[in-house]
């Protein structure tokens, strides 16, 4: 994967987040790391950001996948959507 | 005597005789929460290099069924204590002002009480309106509550609330108030078809302390402890009610059966349906307890198991089953018995166990969690 795709695929995440995770902070705020749980992100809103990801992305987050630590960080959720993305191809 | 020996004994010597005036006065159950101090059960879950007894899953559920055999308003209130201990020795073990008071709660036997509930955030435990106020190594929080159990009965309270001022509604954290540095006043009343016992009212509660008395990440408590313990341990009392409520129908077809030997009661065939149906609830429960013990035996504790959205679907399916299941199953149990099942003061009367049945589905309303199961199964695909 190039730079460009992967900066484009945070781009991606962070609209997604933007538009389901109902943080509580502006997207300017939300740091690659930033625990998004701690930030407002619910269990529910995760769940919406999840179906938004598999829609935009093409994919379906595995079992093994859907657990806190995968969705607590736009680092986070890259890894696991890149992981699926290249696995794909 | 094993552990569950003597909580059997308590349960039949002192909760069950106890038991209808409790509910009939709606008061504590005194009597057998204190005998269950006296064999140093409350503290069951402290870890025995603290002094405790370090059980696990299992046999905490095994007691919470045995006492809601004789006593639903024991075993809840017992239930609900030892999810607060549960807390504390799973997510405060580092910190050295909470293992000095895990070796006080094993000398002393204090019963914490849960402050989970606040005015205005609809009902849900992942929200808070109120904050800790931090200053100087101090602690102030005032809590607007809707419902406190037993608050006026216990030594100490764990309450949830925002993590700072400034914190979203969802940052919480947990703070541990001591006898003594706090005030409980009781503004309602708790008047209620069943589990009066757990004298449950709303209630405003003002708490001063030091900061080392909060615990961070409620977010992380709730999903690795606060839901499995609590569906397993309230599943496991409801069993309990369900199975009590199944031998006062067991004991009323065999009276009828010594009447006519000879002739099997028509009211057996109903009784061998019943148990079946028992069985399958006692069976879940035991299933989900032995799988969440296994995990939190784990070196890392099953966090990431347990954090996993397939296993909050189990925890939640467990206790929107078993809640339907104590109710059917008391039902089932007063159509057996007849009117002596309905007759309040009847050896086989069951309508105790339904009543407290009923309070099962709104522990946490079964919507709400089956509206949590919607939204999972949305992206779960096996599990």
Not at chain 2, 82 to 94: L, P, Y
Not at chain 2, 192 to 206: D, E, H, K
Not at chain 2, 211 to 231: G, L, M, W
Request: hydrophobic share 45%.
């Amino acid at each position: 994967m190039t730079q460009e795709k992967g900066a484009g695929m945070v781009d991606d995440i962070r609209a997604i987040l933007a538009q389901h995770g109902r943080l509580s902070i502006s997207g300017s705020e939300l740091k690659d790391d930033t625990d998004l749980y701690q930030v407002g992100m619910t269990s529910h809103a995760s769940v919406n950001v999840m179906l938004a990801l598999e829609a935009k992305f093409d994919i379906e987050f595995p079992d093994r996948m859907l657990k806190r630590g995968v969705f607590d960080s736009v680092a986070s959720i890259r890894a696991a959507v890149e992981e699926l993305v290249n696995g794909a191809q | 005597m094993t552990n569950l020996e003597k909580v059997a004994a308590i349960g039949a010597e002192v909760a069950g005789p106890a038991a209808a005036s409790v509910d009939r006065e709606a008061r504590f159950p005194h009597e057998a929460i204190a005998a269950l101090k006296r064999e140093k059960l409350m503290s069951a879950l402290v870890p025995k290099e603290l002094g405790g007894m370090g059980v696990g899953m299992i046999e905490l559920c095994a007691m919470c069924e045995t006492l809601g055999q004789h006593c639903s308003n024991t075993a809840m209130v017992f239930a609900m204590h030892q999810i607060q201990v549960a807390c504390i020795v799973r997510h405060a073990a580092s910190s050295p002002y909470f293992r000095d008071y895990m070796k006080e709660l094993v000398e002393k036997q204090f019963l914490i009480a849960s402050v989970t509930s606040e005015v205005g955030v609809g009902g849900e435990i992942r929200r808070s309106i109120c904050a800790v106020e931090l200053s100087d190594g101090s602690l102030k929080l005032n809590k607007d509550a809707t419902t406190v159990s037993y608050g006026e009965h216990a030594d100490d309270l764990l309450l949830t609330c925002r993590r700072s001022a400034d914190a979203a509604s969802n940052d919480q954290v947990m703070v541990l108030a001591r006898k003594g540095d706090f005030t409980l006043s009781n503004v309602g009343k708790w008047d209620t078809m069943g589990m009066r016992g757990t004298c449950s009212p709303p209630a405003l509660v003002s708490v001063r302390g030091v900061d080392a008395q909060v615990i961070p990440d409620f977010a992380t408590i709730i999903s690795h402890t606060k839901v499995p313990f609590s569906h397993i341990l309230w599943s496991g009392l409801w069993s309990g009610i369900a199975a009590g409520a199944v031998g006062r129908a067991r004991a009323f077809v065999r009276q009828q059966a010594r009447a006519n030997p000879g002739t099997t009661p028509p009211s057996a065939l109903r009784l061998a349906e019943v148990v079946s149906t028992l069985q399958t609830m006692r069976a879940n429960v035991h299933d989900v307890a032995a799988e969440c013990e296994a995990l939190m035996n784990r070196s890392d504790q099953g966090t990431e198991s347990l954090t996993s959205i397939g296993f909050g679907l189990r925890f939640n399916n467990l206790k929107v089953s078993t809640s339907q299941l104590a109710v059917q199953i008391a039902n089932q149990a007063m159509l057996i018995c007849g009117i002596n099942g309905y007759k309040n003061d009847s050896p086989f009367s069951v309508a105790r166990h339904l009543r407290d049945a009923h309070s099962a589905a709104l522990m946490v309303a079964n919507d709400r969690i089956l509206a949590t199961n919607a939204s999972i199964l949305l992206v779960l695909k096996d599990g």
